[in-house]
């Protein structure tokens, strides 16, 4: 099952639609948030800064960047139309913040004209990390700052004991919604080899139990993702997906994913 990121020209509706409405609960949660300030004051912007988001789908994380002190302007690239559309739906009382179809490999901007540069949740889906970083490089001015955050997918657990057959939703998110779960292991070494300098690399815990809006959001996606290749049926899907509310219901529901930030510079 390929990632569905990979293909944006063909995912449908309802597909773009799901993975809106995933993107924007996860950028809700305190903890997520929490993800993007940490990594965020890690950085020394100037004033008026100018920020390019790459990969930025729904706009989730240009919003919150908009919303910094200091930070003048952000720009959004992304390839899927749909998911550009609801970003500008709902950053439409952001004057700072624009929109533009583009590949993270070829971006539609020009050389050296921002002081960051965001890449947050993109590295593990793009089939081609070491072009989208050399853009990223080839965007900042000299002396600006690089952020890299994503899922260390390899690590995501749904199961909550031997042979849980919930686990194997995790499982099937992997290979239709990730298509480098290890991405974040080698991502220091793939920074340093894009001509990236002062690298800081932070691990930041996930679980969700008792709220799990987001990790739902994967028990069902894992779930569809297996009823679309045959692997089982639609109503042993579903059954998988009743499970996991199930377990919010009685308190024995269990999520977990690690993710890694790291900052970077380009030399002066």
């Known amino acids: 099952m390929p990632d569905v990121y990979s293909r944006p020209d063909e995912l449908d509706p309802e597909t773009v639609a799901g993975l809106a409405e995933a993107i924007e609960l996860r950028a809700k949660d305190p903890v997520q ?17 100018r920020i390019l988001e790459i990969g930025c789908g729904t706009g989730a994380i240009a919003r919150m960047l908009a919303l910094r002190s200091g930070v003048a302007e952000v720009v959004g690239v992304d390839p899927v139309r749909g998911l550009l559309d609801r970003a500008r739906e709902l950053a439409a009382d952001f004057p700072n913040i624009s929109f533009h179809l583009g590949d993270g490999g070829q971006l539609p901007v020009d050389d050296a004209c921002f002081d960051a540069v965001v890449i947050h949740t993109v590295l593990s889906h793009t089939l081609d990390p070491k072009a989208v970083l050399a853009e990223a490089r080839r965007a900042l001015v000299p002396g600006g700052a690089l952020v890299v ?17 919930i686990e194997a939703c995790a499982a099937a998110f992997r290979s239709s919604h990730i298509n480098d779960p290890w991405i974040m292991r080698r991502a220091a070494r793939l920074i340093e080899e894009a001509g990236f300098a ?41 059954a998988l997906k009743s499970e996991g509310r199930r377990r919010v219901v009685d308190g024995s529901f269990f999520g977990q994913v690690s993710y890694v930030s790291i900052t970077a510079s380009r030399p002066v």
Not at 33 to 48: C, I, K, N, Q, T
């Open 149 to 165: 955050f994503d899922g260390d997918y390899a690590s995501l657990t749904l199961g909550v004991r031997e042979d849980d057959p």
């Open 198 to 238: 002062a690298l800081q690399v932070q691990s930041h815990g996930y679980a969700q139990i008792f709220e799990p809006s987001y990790m739902l959001t994967v028990v069902g996606r894992g779930a569809d993702a297996l009823a679309g290749e045959g692997v089982i049926g639609r109503d042993l899907a579903e």
């Open 33 to 49: 948030r929490g993800f993007v300030d940490a990594y965020m004051s890690r950085l020394e912007l100037p004033r008026h800064a």
